[in-house]
């Protein structure tokens, strides 16, 4: 069975601090992959999605970037990060189009808070 | 384009009464998949459900049960009998065929509380 990981779980950094969070999935292979941000009490907004190695979709511009180094890693960065970044970040899985019905997988998330 | 609206922001209920979720999609594809997702406290994403275009059969999963209606353009959701456990946030999402139509539209989300 297919299962994904985020670590870490839980962060806090400070204004301007560099960031890495890691996403990795099991049991799939080719999927594609996704980072979402959920701001406090509010819905879900696409960042990245990636079809392949090295092939990366940005969906809003902003201070973060994505990169997809192995085919079932999926990292999510930035320079320097804003207090706006603060957030809930949730990276999910799916089939590679055309194999499955678009439903997606979700993580457990990383809460970020940037102070 | 393609949109999703889920007019409930929040709802409260008492344990076992019935509670129905509303969902409003706009497409303009022919071939497009609707979905629901739960989303408890602790953050995660939990996938409940698909249904695609061509499929308008009701769906009944324990408590659970889907109405989907192409003619009005809606895919709402029924707790029977709710508990306290069904308390999260409910998204309804929507997608086209593939590529990036393939990428889910989520509505905004309805929060459900359940009180014991």
């Known amino acids: 069975s297919q299962t994904i990981h985020q670590w870490p779980a839980t962060l806090v950094q400070p204004v301007g601090s560099p960031l890495s969070l890691e996403c990795t999935v099991e049991g799939t292979s080719n999927p594609n992959l996704y980072w979402y941000r959920q701001a406090a009490g509010r819905g879900l907004q696409l960042l990245f999605y990636?079809?392949?190695?090295?092939?990366i979709s940005s969906e809003v511009p902003q201070n973060l970037s994505a990169s997809r180094p192995q085919d079932r890693q999926f990292i999510l960065s930035s320079k320097k990060l804003l207090l706006s970044d603060s957030g809930f970040y949730l990276c999910?899985?799916?089939?590679?189009?055309?194999?499955?019905?678009?439903?997606?997988?979700f993580g457990p998330g990383t809460r970020l808070t940037v102070l | 384009a393609q949109k999703v609206t889920q007019a409930q922001t929040e709802i409260s209920v008492v344990e076992k009464e019935d509670v129905t979720l509303d969902c409003v999609y706009e497409?303009?594809?022919?071939?497009?998949?609707l979905f629901w997702y739960k989303q408890p406290p602790s953050g995660e994403l939990v996938f409940l459900i698909r249904r695609n275009s061509f499929d308008e059969q009701n769906e009944i999963s324990g408590r659970y049960s889907w109405n989907f209606q192409k003619s009005t353009s809606s895919f709402n959701f029924t707790i029977t009998a709710s508990q306290v456990v069904d308390s999260a946030v409910y998204f309804c999402a929507l997608s086209g065929r593939g590529g990036s139509q393939g990428n889910l539209i989520f509505g905004k989300g309805t929060k459900l509380s359940v009180k014991p």
């Open positions: 497409t303009r594809d022919t071939t497009y998949y």
């Open positions: 999910a899985w799916r089939l590679p189009s055309g194999a499955g019905y678009n439903e997606q997988f």
């Open positions: 990636s079809v392949g190695i090295g092939q």
